[in-house]
């Protein structure tokens, strides 16, 4: 089975505080992912990855960034903690997918994040 | 700009009826559909997939159901168990890995 792995299920910080959420995939996936949710919107794309050292903005990126040094290891950075950020925050991973199939995205179990 | 949309918050459903959970879309280019299941405190886990060259997918109690001529999907339970209580997300893809989820349907089975 694969093991996504987020390193806090819960973190409270201060506002401007910079907040690091770490993810670890144990199955060579190639694509690793972070999301928020949030109340009545769903899941929101805040960046991916899909190599080491790669990586590319998804659909809200603004005061985050990321890093991926490692093949298994997808880091996200909120460089100075603003209280509308306080959301859940989902990493997932997922092997490339090849036309016509899909390799479905695998979660990790959310960390929650508070900022006061 | 909501590509993918769920417009039922909430659905409940008596145990060993169908559940029927809807999805629409606007962008004709999505080329593989997905549904998720998330419990509370849990990631989503994925549920089952339908490829935009196909109509219906089956997988057990599990049916997706895709209309490309409405952008309208459908997951539909039979029979619904009180474990298949939780969020319900449906998710497109547009020819890469990334994918555009709607706002979820949470789904509650009554026995």
């Known amino acids: 089975d694969v093991k996504v792995t987020q390193s806090s299920r819960y973190l409270v910080k201060r506002t401007g505080e910079k907040v690091f959420l770490e993810c670890v995939q144990d199955?060579?996936?190639?694509?690793m992912f972070w999301y928020r949710q949030d109340p009545g919107l769903g899941l929101r794309l805040i960046y991916f990855?899909?190599?080491?050292?790669?990586?590319e903005k998804g659909d809200i990126p603004e005061g985050y960034s990321v890093s991926r040094e490692k093949k298994e290891r997808f880091s996200l950075i909120l460089e100075s903690a603003s209280t509308n950020q306080t959301s859940m925050y989902l990493c997932?991973?997922?092997?490339?997918?090849?036309?016509?199939?899909?390799?479905?995205?695998?979660f990790g179990d959310g960390t929650r994040l508070s900022i006061l | 700009d909501q590509q993918v949309k769920q417009n039922s918050p909430s659905l409940s459903v008596q145990e060993g009826r169908i559940s029927i959970l809807n999805c629409d879309y606007t962008?004709?280019?999505?080329?593989?559909f997905l549904w998720y299941k998330k419990y509370p405190a849990e990631g989503p886990t994925f549920l089952i997939s339908?490829?935009?060259?196909?109509d219906k997918n089956e997988d057990g109690r599990f049916t997706v159901f895709l209309n490309k001529s409405a952008k309208h999907l459908s997951l539909h339970i039979v029979p619904s168990q009180p474990g298949d209580s939780a969020v319900y997300f449906c998710?497109?893809?547009?020819?890469?890995?990334?994918?555009?989820f709607g706002t979820g349907t949470r789904l509650q089975v009554f026995p």
């Open positions: 962008n004709s280019m999505f080329d593989y």
């Open positions: 199955m060579d996936h190639e694509n």
């Open positions: 998710a497109a893809r547009k020819l890469t890995d990334k994918l555009i």
């Open positions: 990855s899909y190599d080491v050292k790669m990586k």
């Open positions: 997932a991973s997922s092997r490339i997918s090849s036309a016509p199939s899909n390799q479905p995205q695998h």
């Open positions: 339908i490829s935009s060259i196909k």
